[in-house]
């Protein structure tokens, strides 16, 4: 017979039981009344009442006379103070809360669950907190004024400004997967070294490349990942400084074909190698900024010397493609791309020639 599996959630009771509570059913047991409790600690009985009723804290101080009086260390009576007041304040939090719920509908949360980036919750108000926790903020305000705010580089994407909840999500999984990975602090001038041995891993396997390409980057201030695509989200690449001295590139594949997939990488390398620390560049595909426009230029020319470029219109037969990009030491799907790109042959041409990839859970 098959088991069936049940998700177990946390208790979050919606109301808070005051110590006071407790001490009642104490003294009770103990035959005691308030006022005795009062003459035997010292307090007032005006002091024992409103313990009792959850208006007045058990302070550490009256916590140890309780013991000495009850019988019951101060430890406990401390701790269920304790309790109580994070208790009354988490209900607060949910209240306060409520209004953040119309937020929480722009964020991609079907997604998060379903890469187990968050754990499935029984309410909106628990998805709410769980994703304000995977966001690392207090509530939407704070989420507004991380992402949102008018001075932030975020905004200068038009595909930040038309889904900004998709798109941060992405890039908020990049920052959590760059976090694990531990890199020395960047050097400029190793990194243009560096981008010399990956540009030679185009024409690897993903299985030889992707690894190799991390271990690279790491070695130099970079974190390089590969984050899959967010409905909603266009981005295909990113390159942003999570620190003075550590970059990111995020990538994710997007296109899934290795013309773009390279292209996307030199072009957010030269961002980090020529762009200002304090910018974000996000690539969708946008051309109408000059750091973007001298990011494509920097790219293309990496990948493909402008000594050879004029001979790019004459590459009119598979063979030719295949001959050029073995003496240029590239994969000839990259060259295929930029063909196509510049209008030198359709976009249905020698597409057999490009590497599709695909991720793992494809």
């Keep these: 017979m098959a088991k069936h599996s049940k998700t177990r959630y946390p208790f979050e009771p919606d109301y808070a039981v005051p110590p006071g509570a407790t001490l009642q059913e104490t003294i009770d047991t103990l035959g005691m009344d308030q006022k005795e409790l009062a003459i035997r600690t010292g307090l007032t009985p005006k002091t024992i009442n409103l313990i009792v009723k959850g208006h007045a804290p058990i302070t550490s101080d009256t916590a140890v006379l309780l013991e000495r009086v009850t019988g019951l260390p101060a430890r406990m009576w401390n701790n269920l103070e304790s309790?109580?007041?994070?208790?009354?304040?988490?209900?607060?939090?949910?209240q306060r809360l409520e209004a953040d719920l119309d937020w929480l509908k722009t964020i991609p949360t079907r997604e998060l669950i379903k890469r187990r980036l968050i754990e499935e919750q029984p309410d909106k108000p628990s998805l709410l907190q769980a994703v304000l926790r995977y966001f690392g903020v207090s509530n939407s305000e704070a989420w507004n004024n991380l992402w949102l705010r008018p001075a932030t580089a975020f905004r200068k994407s038009r595909c930040?400004?038309?889904?900004?909840?998709?798109?941060?999500?992405?890039?908020?999984?990049?920052?959590?997967?760059?976090?694990?990975?531990?890199?020395?602090?960047?050097?400029?001038?190793?990194?243009?070294?560096?981008?010399?041995?990956?540009?030679?891993?185009?024409?690897?396997?993903?299985?030889?490349?992707?690894?190799?390409?991390?271990?690279?980057?790491?070695?130099?201030?970079?974190?390089?990942?590969?984050?899959?695509?967010?409905?909603?989200?266009t981005a295909s690449g990113v390159a942003r400084w999570l620190t003075p001295t550590k970059a990111l590139i995020q990538l994710s594949l997007r296109h899934k074909t290795d013309d773009?997939?390279?292209?996307?990488?030199?072009?957010?390398?030269?961002?980090?190698?020529?762009?200002?620390?304090?910018?974000?560049?996000?690539?969708?595909?946008?051309?109408?900024?000059?750091?973007?426009?001298?990011?494509?230029?920097?790219?293309?020319?990496?990948?493909?010397?402008?000594?050879?470029?004029?001979?790019?219109?004459?590459?009119?037969?598979?063979?030719?493609?295949?001959?050029?990009?073995?003496?240029?030491?590239?994969?000839?799907?990259?060259?295929?791309?930029?063909?196509q790109r510049e209008g030198f042959v359709e976009y249905s041409y020698f597409n057999d020639l490009k590497k599709r990839f695909s991720w793992k859970t494809d």
């Excluded at 493909?304 to 000839?332: H, M, Y």
Aim: one cysteine or more; glycine letters at 6%; aromatic letters at 10%.
């Design 83 to 94: 309790n109580y007041r994070e208790q009354l304040a988490k209900i607060d939090d949910r």
């Design 160 to 233: 930040f400004e038309t889904k900004p909840g998709p798109t941060a999500t992405w890039l908020r999984l990049g920052e959590l997967e760059a976090q694990k990975i531990s890199t020395k602090p960047y050097n400029r001038n190793a990194f243009k070294a560096a981008l010399e041995e990956i540009r030679k891993l185009t024409v690897e396997p993903p299985k030889v490349f992707q690894p190799r390409m991390i271990k690279l980057c790491a070695d130099v201030g970079v974190a390089l990942v590969f984050v899959p695509e967010i409905k909603g989200c």
């Design 260 to 339: 773009h997939m390279w292209f996307t990488f030199f072009h957010e390398a030269g961002h980090v190698l020529n762009d200002p620390k304090k910018e974000v560049f996000i690539d969708n595909g946008e051309q109408d900024d000059k750091r973007e426009e001298q990011a494509n230029r920097f790219a293309a020319n990496y990948l493909i010397p402008r000594s050879r470029a004029a001979e790019l219109p004459d590459l009119q037969t598979g063979k030719a493609v295949i001959t050029f990009a073995d003496s240029v030491g590239i994969a000839p799907g990259i060259v295929v791309g930029r063909l």
